[in-house]
């Protein structure tokens, strides 16, 4: 007896049929749209409001600018450190506006 339980739940089993499962489910898809659409809009909205509370960058950047200045004029020493001096000089009230 139990055997025969066995099999006919076995058979059972097997006969699902995976069309009808889709089906059933699309007519209630159908049925209750509303619904879903109102679901899908809340889970959306919450979660967007928890990343925007919950973040909180975790990131520095820092930066090295070495200026060096290749002239023709580089025999006169004194020229050329003038030159570097001015540049640097330039260039550092420059970058901060550029980064930024």
Request: net charge negative; proline share 2%; charged share 20%.
């Amino acid at each position: 007896m139990e055997k025969q339980q066995n099999n006919l739940r076995e058979e059972e089993l097997e006969k699902m049929d995976l069309l009808a499962i889709v089906d059933d489910i699309w007519r209630g898809l159908k049925r209750f749209w509303l619904l879903c659409i109102v679901v899908v809009v809340t889970c959306a909205i919450v979660s967007a409001f928890a990343v925007i509370i919950a973040f909180t960058p975790t990131y520095e950047a820092y930066s090295t600018f070495v200026v060096n200045s290749k002239t023709a004029y580089s025999d006169n020493a004194a020229y050329t450190n003038y030159y570097n001096e001015t540049s640097a000089s330039q260039l550092s009230q420059t970058f901060p506006y550029i980064l930024t």
